[in-house]
């Protein structure tokens, strides 16, 4: 890959970014329970929903689909064994997200202390059934799911290949989608034990969400043999039209929390809306490959894995901090969320960089190796 070509992931690094920004913003616009702050009017809720759109046009999908677009870039420059690559895999993801499991199902004590559902939690980690939905599915925190299925995703990266071969399949997103909205609705309409759903959800998940590796792994195979000037501007303004497309698509899904403070159900066009918007905003920055690009984006960049594992550890101090003081039923939701978001993305940014700085903590954002390959690295030269 050629030294221009490398220059212009800069493109790349600022999605990672906007993603970041996107995320953290979708989990600041919320009440102290995650919904549209139902005990406020509809006139209130305005504003805090208005920004929760926002956050969705990068929001966690988002990241799957620039993983896998790395994934794809990994496997055509190495060509590692199936093996090989997925034992990479395994100690870039699993590792940290073993580490913030057990951090976070003890964490929440703090807030859910504050709040008054400690017993709750403590009857959680009582239960190896729990534990064994906090390493799989990763319960033990709202935003831990996206490891366990990233890396699940990972293992079909032979299939996603072909998104490469023949860039076509990038459009089976379309289908695989569809079919796990169907499986879902069904899924979730018939009597079974809760636990098992929860586990029967996440498999079809996993598959409907190979269709954004098919995706990727076709837009990686385009930007590799190159996409002129011209053609990318047009890409950059038909990604700006899908994606305020998609966003139209969305407004009855944010008109009912609105009117009843509850997130609904996504279905018909605003399901795809949401779930197709992370296609469209990388179209948008691929679009974007041959514009000026400060290097400041990669800075930045290299911090969003931790960013993501990190910010809700922020906002729960927030929420502690706020409901202790007795100001939360008197402050207006949409300046709790301002205050929220303000005060959130700077310091899960100061946190995410100061735990990177510190070598025992590093590779508990993915920016170090873990103290034990130190150690096998030190043991090797004295040998």
Wanted: avoid cysteine; proline fraction near 5%; charged fraction near 15%.
């Amino acid at each position: 890959m050629s030294q221009a070509a490398k220059s212009r992931l800069v493109w790349f690094d600022a999605n990672r970014v906007f993603a970041a920004l996107g995320v953290v913003l979708i989990h600041s616009s919320t009440d102290f329970s995650g919904q549209p702050f139902a005990s406020a009017t509809s006139g209130e809720r305005v504003f805090p929903v208005f920004l929760r759109s926002i956050g969705e046009f990068s929001g966690s999908e988002m990241f799957f689909l620039f993983s896998l677009f790395l994934m794809a870039m990994r496997v055509d420059k190495y060509m590692p064994k199936y093996g090989t690559a997925i034992h990479q895999q395994a100690q870039r993801l699993l590792i940290p997200f073993a580490f913030w499991v057990i951090f976070y199902a003890f964490f929440r004590l703090l807030k859910a202390s504050a709040f008054g559902y400690s017993p709750y939690i403590w009857e959680q980690l009582g239960h190896w059934q729990s534990w064994v939905g906090y390493f799989v599915l990763g319960k033990s925190q709202y935003h831990m799911h996206f490891l366990p299925t990233l890396f699940a995703l990972f293992l079909f990266y032979p299939v996603m290949r072909l998104g490469t071969r023949f860039p076509i399949l990038g459009l089976a997103v379309f289908a695989t989608l569809g079919a796990m909205n169907s499986v879902h609705a069904y899924l979730w309409s018939i009597d079974i034990d809760p636990v098992l759903r929860d586990y029967l959800v996440r498999g079809v998940k996993i598959w409907g969400y190979v269709g954004y590796g098919l995706a990727a792994f076709a837009l990686f195979g385009l930007w590799k043999d190159g996409i002129p000037r011209g053609e990318s501007r047009l890409i950059r303004r038909g990604g700006i039209y899908f994606a305020v497309m998609a966003y139209l698509a969305t407004i009855p899904f944010y008109g009912h929390a609105i009117e009843t403070g509850q997130w609904g159900v996504r279905t018909g066009w605003d399901f795809y809306g949401h779930f197709l918007m992370p296609l469209f905003m990388f179209s948008l920055f691929i679009g974007g490959q041959y514009l000026v690009w400060s290097p400041t984006w990669s800075k930045l960049a290299q911090f969003t894995f931790g960013v993501y594992l990190v910010h809700p550890l922020v906002i729960d101090l927030f929420d502690v901090a706020l409901f202790k003081s007795g100001m939360s039923g008197a402050i207006e939701p949409w300046v709790i969320v301002i205050m929220r978001y303000i005060l959130v993305l700077p310091g899960s940014l100061l946190l995410a960089v100061g735990i990177s700085r510190v070598k025992l903590l590093a590779w508990t954002v993915g920016l170090g190796p873990t103290p034990w390959s130190q150690k096998n690295k030190s043991a090797k030269a004295g040998t």
